[in-house]
């Protein structure tokens, strides 16, 4: 039962180009998502989030996209640094007390 | 910056022993959660305690495995007699409780590892 699902588990960049990390939900009443980056043997650090009421939501290098319709988001990095290489997670608001719901991940490598 | 700091970074015990997890979450964050991700698999969710009291909890969340803010600062996770399954990452998260923002701020994590 993946309510919050990415597909790709791994992505490989070039330094310098975008790197677009995809995610899918399948429950219609989940109105807001977050985007963490994970290094091992690190906690989830949070990047960036968006809610229902959006479809677009810009910080610095990261930009996150949101279709309702298709319950789909991305997150855009550009450009793309080897800083950057780590594990992305999409999640969403779960319960009314905000418990998150965690997609499997992404690792994403960016070569120099 | 304020942080999520958790103690110990890495706990080794027995089968069947009582495990204290420990977590002192951001100061004036009104909202804890304790998550775990096995190693492999996705971060899970727990428990949630606003109020002094547990708010919501998942399936994962049984009898073994109780929360506790004893005083102002610590939010303790623990779990009665640990089982092999039991080992993984085990992180804590707290959130403001503002009206703006959902955005939950995680510990480094603890990782148990259950002999």
């Known amino acids: 039962d993946q309510q919050v699902k990415q597909n790709s588990p791994s992505l490989s960049v070039q330094e310098g180009r975008i790197s677009i990390l995809n995610c899918d939900y399948t429950n219609s009443m989940f109105d807001y998502f977050l985007w963490y980056k994970k290094y091992p043997a690190e906690g989830p650090t949070f990047l960036i989030s968006?809610?229902?009421?959006?479809d677009k939501n810009e910080d610095g290098r990261f930009t996150v996209f949101l279709n309702k319709s298709a319950k789909h988001l991305s997150l855009h990095i550009v450009p793309s640094q080897p800083g950057d290489s780590a594990v992305y997670f999409c999640?969403?608001?779960?319960?009314?007390?905000?418990?998150?719901?965690f997609g499997k991940g992404t690792k994403l490598s960016v070569k120099p | 910056e304020p942080e999520v700091t958790q103690t110990p970074s890495h706990q080794v015990t027995q089968m069947g022993q009582e495990v204290i997890l420990r977590c002192v979450p951001i100061?004036?964050?009104?909202?804890f959660y304790w998550y775990r991700q096995i190693l492999g698999q996705k971060v899970e969710f727990l428990v949630s305690?606003?109020?002094?009291?547990?708010?919501?909890k998942s399936e994962i969340f049984d009898d073994q495995f109780s929360v506790e803010r004893p005083d102002g600062s610590n939010f303790t996770l623990k779990i009665r007699s640990t089982k092999l399954e039991d080992s993984a990452m085990y992180f804590c998260a707290s959130r403001p409780g503002s009206l703006f923002t959902d955005t939950q701020y995680f510990g480094p994590g603890t990782r148990l590892t259950v002999l």
């Open positions: 999640a969403a608001r779960g319960g009314s007390q905000g418990n998150l719901i």
């Open positions: 968006i809610s229902s009421i959006k």
């Open positions: 100061s004036n964050h009104l909202y």
């Open positions: 305690f606003y109020n002094n009291e547990i708010s919501e």
